[in-house]
Nanobody, 120 residues
C-alpha cells in the first residue's frame, strides 16, 4: 500500500511564507513526476507545480516567481516553498505522485490534503 503524507500547511498573513512537504511510503518501485495541486472552495482542482525525477519543474502562471518546488529522490519527498503568499492562494493543497508500484504497474496516488489559509 502506498501513502502520500503532506505536512506544512497552516494560517499565514499575506506576504508570509510556508513550506509544504510530502513523503511517499509503501511498496514503491520508482517515482516519476511529483506535484502539488490545490482546490479552493467552489473551484476545480488545479495544478500548482510539478517536478520530474530529473528535477525539471513547471509552475502555474499564478505562482511563478513566488513558489519553488523541489524533491529529494532518496527520501521520496517533494517540497514546495511558498513565498509572498496572497489571499487567493488559500486552498487545500494536495500532493500527487505518478509512480510504479512494480516494474510493469504504473499509477497515480494522492495525499489527503493540507489546508493553506492566507489572511489579508
Amino acid at each position: 500500500q502506498v501513502q502520500l503524507v503532506e505536512s506544512g500547511g497552516g494560517l499565514v498573513q499575506a506576504g508570509g511564507s510556508l513550506r509544504l512537504s510530502c513523503v511517499a511510503s509503501g511498496s514503491i518501485f520508482n517515482i516519476n513526476d511529483m506535484g502539488w495541486y490545490r482546490q479552493a472552495p467552489g473551484k476545480q482542482r488545479e495544478l500548482v507545480a510539478a517536478i520530474t525525477s530529473g528535477g525539471r519543474a513547471n509552475y502555474a502562471d499564478s505562482v511563478k516567481g513566488r513558489f519553488t518546488i523541489s524533491r529529494d529522490n532518496a527520501r521520496k519527498t517533494v517540497y514546495m516553498q511558498m513565498n509572498n503568499l496572497k489571499p487567493e492562494d488559500t486552498a487545500v493543497y494536495y500532493c500527487n505522485a505518478d509512480l510504479w508500484i512494480t516494474s510493469f504497474t504504473r499509477t497515480q496516488y494522492w495525499g489527503q490534503g493540507t489546508q493553506v489559509t492566507v489572511s489579508s
